[in-house]
């Protein structure tokens, strides 16, 4: 028990009638990374919550060092040295890199004047730690990266006494070189003796990094895994409670179909250049590239909400450039973005809000009066079609876990039937098993007919369903796979700029 920081002993939680934790208890012991797996809604954020302080258990007992711990505030946890960094970047987003790094925890003097200098010195300290420089610190977080915005907030977690820091999906919006970044900072860590508790869906970089792995399904701890006796099916097994096919990819006969998206010579002097591709009814277009590479910023040109500067797109041979967002929605262009939490979903209305906002004018009469009851039918379908796991459509989004979010904002595009459907990270920090789930969709939409443009960072993901992919680098096409074609080496040499890139225009 001397090398045990902390103890978690038979902690249950529940949500109204939900009973997100059922007598869980783990040990962590100093200098362990000690990964915690399982589907979503299986209870692995509601349990960091409870360490961190951000939850109260409805039972059971904490313990760090050895003695009871009773937290009221993650304030509490932070002061002991028990750090989080969630998902989703929690941060202030006009205040500066420096002001955030400090929320909560300023530096003053005898007179309680601000001391900027000494946090200066320490924020240039802290971002050495995840590679970053202090020339940002005087920039607003808002004009960061999200992938940076996650360093910064890595490195309010360790930079304060940590002895315990918590990582949820800490590389879901990480590029490959700040994943690679971070895990050496948790190696860095754990040889100082830091302790941590790390949450990823990214079951190979589990295995590589963990001590232990611990497994959660609906509440309960179900296992503890070695990873050199472990392999990724079976984690998985052991997630979901049985085996599942991840092998879906289905070939299609699309070559004869007329184009249905044409993207020529797009151009944004920001973000990418010389852009040409063209997309087929029943067709998956992989578009593969690090964070920052200028995916999302095309796609959103597409879509109407971040015009190119140059270029034209045109969508079953009508041009569309300079088209906006409700309009290209009327030609059955419908985008999932990269970020559901700031870009797709709002926070605190209903399930059912969520999933009819796109096309309330289809739902409603000519006076602008909204059909409730076809509302819900059309709601209730997807749902049932779509496996949702909800109490009430008129829950609150964020009742649901991060898997069924993702599932109610896929199911939000197919109210309708979309001709082109633009995929950005569809499966970004979601479990195995909803994963799966969502890869079975498109290659149901494909087979339908639908032309789809999938956007991933997850290299697996593209090779499993793509039929093509465009590889980017630093904003241009820098190589075209066909699926028969496919290379993992040589699709991430031409990612990282290592490889000549190829002539610009992928007719495919």
């Excluded at 904490?62 to 003695?67: I, R, S, V």
């Excluded at 590679?131 to 005087?138: A, F, R, S, T």
């Excluded at 030609?331 to 559901?340: H, M, N, T």
Aim: proline residues 3%.
């Amino acid at each position: 028990m001397a090398n045990i920081i902390l103890e978690v002993k038979s902690v249950s939680k529940s949500f109204g009638g939900v009973h997100a934790l059922s007598q869980v208890s783990l040990e962590l012991g100093k200098g362990q990374i000690l990964s915690v797996v399982g589907e979503n809604g299986a209870g692995k954020s509601t349990l960091m919550k409870i360490v961190a302080g951000a939850l109260s258990a409805d039972s059971g007992e904490l313990f760090f060092e050895g003695a009871p711990l009773k937290l009221h505030s993650p304030l509490d946890a932070s002061r002991i040295g028990i750090s989080i960094v969630y998902q989703e970047p929690n941060i202030f987003s006009d205040m500066s890199v420096l002001e955030n790094l400090f929320s909560g925890m300023e530096l003053t003097s005898r007179s309680g004047a601000l001391r900027w200098k000494t946090m200066y010195e320490d924020a240039c300290r802290a971002l050495q730690r995840v590679n970053l420089d202090g020339d940002i610190l005087h920039l607003a977080m808002n004009e960061l990266s999200i992938g940076n915005q996650q360093l910064v907030l890595i490195a309010r977690g360790i930079f304060r006494n940590c002895k315990v820091l918590i990582l949820d999906e800490p590389t879901s919006i990480l590029s490959y070189a700040e994943s690679e970044r971070l895990f050496e900072i948790i190696r860095s860590l754990k040889d100082q003796g830091v302790s941590i508790l790390y949450i990823s869906h990214r079951i190979p970089e589990i295995l590589r990094i963990s001590d232990d792995i611990i497994v959660l399904r609906d509440g309960k701890v179900t296992g503890l895994l070695k990873p050199g006796e472990s392999d990724e099916q079976k984690i998985v097994t052991a997630m979901s409670g049985r085996d599942f096919n991840t092998d879906i990819f289905r070939s299609r006969d699309y070559a004869s179909n007329d184009v249905a998206l044409k993207v020529d010579s797009l151009g944004n002097a920001k973000f990418y250049e010389d852009i040409s591709f063209e997309l087929r009814p029943g067709q998956i277009l992989g578009l593969y590239g690090l964070v920052g590479s200028g995916r999302s910023e095309i796609a959103r040109a597409i879509f109407g909400e971040l015009p190119a500067e140059q270029g034209r797109i045109f969508v079953n041979g009508s041009e569309v450039s300079g088209e906006g967002i409700n309009q290209m929605i009327d030609r059955g262009v419908f985008y999932l973005p990269e970020d559901r939490g700031s870009q797709g979903l709002f926070s605190g209305h209903a399930i059912r809000d969520n999933m009819s906002v796109v096309f309330l004018n289809k739902l409603s009469n000519a006076l602008g009066f909204l059909h409730l009851k076809e509302e819900k039918n059309a709601v209730q379908a997807g749902v049932d079609q779509y496996s949702i796991k909800i109490n009430s459509m008129e829950d609150a989004i964020n009742s649901l876990s991060g898997g069924n979010q993702q599932k109610v904002l896929f199911c939000r595009w197919l109210v309708e039937n979309p001709a082109i459907l633009i995929l950005d990270e569809p499966t970004r920090g979601i479990d195995v098993k909803t994963k799966s789930e969502i890869h079975q969709y498109i290659m149901e939409l494909a087979a339908r007919g639908v032309a789809i443009l999938l956007i991933s960072s997850d290299l697996p993901e593209v090779m499993g369903l793509a039929d093509d992919i465009l590889v980017m680098h630093k904003g241009k096409i820098q190589k075209h796979f066909s699926h028969d074609a496919i290379n993992e080496e040589g699709i991430l040499k031409n990612a990282l700029g290592l490889q000549e890139e190829s002539p610009a225009l992928a007719r495919v």
